[in-house]
């Protein structure tokens, strides 16, 4: 099993540009998460799904969409890419049972908007 | 809002000496995670606490979760190179248990 990957893991953009970041997950599992984590701000989140076809917002989802058109994928993406954005990205996924609240993470998308 | 929070932020320590970081939430959990971050890696899960007053031990790891379901430590004995990291703490958030509420987390640095 791979877990959870990501692509790509690294990229630059230029201010304004648009970009999807994918994530993908072989362990059935059906919450997924994006994140994002900047130096002393720890992990935030931006979005969220709670299963297939629905998606919520998290703390910071301004700038940001998101997708989950399939159980195993979650998209995220940049309309209009700000400096503000530059961040490290990471995708997370886990069961939601009553005694296993684990998150698998993925090991990060590192995004500079010049 | 529901917060969890985290100290120190940042520990240095010579190797073989003792490491404790503390998470403190402003809400009763139904139970709380711990992860470890490698400099330039992803949080990697290390154990789940549910239980009021519950100790755990992984090698020269021991983690606690009090007594009133609000706070929880995280000691490192004899600590080693091989700790350095960021370590998180993270509890379900009171009005969607489908979400994690995280700490800032705690940076440990270790002196070879």
């Known amino acids: 099993n791979a877990g959870v990957t990501q692509t790509p893991k690294f990229r630059v953009l230029k201010t304004g540009q648009s970009m999807t970041l994918l994530c993908a997950q072989d362990?059935?599992?059906?919450?997924m998460y994006w994140y994002r984590q900047d130096p002393g701000m720890g992990l935030r989140l931006i979005h969220y799904s709670v299963g297939e076809g629905t998606t919520a917002k998290g703390e910071v989802p301004d700038g940001y969409n998101v997708s989950r058109l399939k159980k195993q994928n979650f998209l995220l993406g940049l309309e209009s890419a700000a400096p503000s954005q530059t961040s490290v990205y990471f995708c997370a996924s886990s069961y939601w049972l009553k005694e296993d609240y684990e998150q698998y993470f993925g090991p990060g998308t590192r995004l500079t908007v010049t | 809002g529901q917060q969890v929070m985290q100290i120190p932020q940042y520990q240095h320590v010579q190797e073989g000496e003792d490491f404790t970081t503390y998470c403190n939430s402003s809400t009763t959990l139904s139970n709380i995670q711990w992860y470890k971050q490698r400099p330039g890696g992803h949080p990697v899960f290390l154990i789940q606490l549910v239980k009021s007053g519950e100790v755990k031990k992984q090698k020269r790891l021991t983690f606690q979760f009090g007594e009133a379901k609000k706070n929880s430590s995280l000691h490192i004995t004899a600590t080693q190179t091989t700790d350095v990291g960021t370590y998180f703490c993270?509890?379900?958030?009171?009005?969607?248990?489908?979400?994690?509420?995280w700490g800032l987390g705690t940076s440990l640095a270790v002196n070879p």
């Open positions: 993270a509890g379900p958030s009171a009005g969607n248990n489908r979400k994690l509420i």
């Open positions: 362990m059935n599992h059906e919450y």
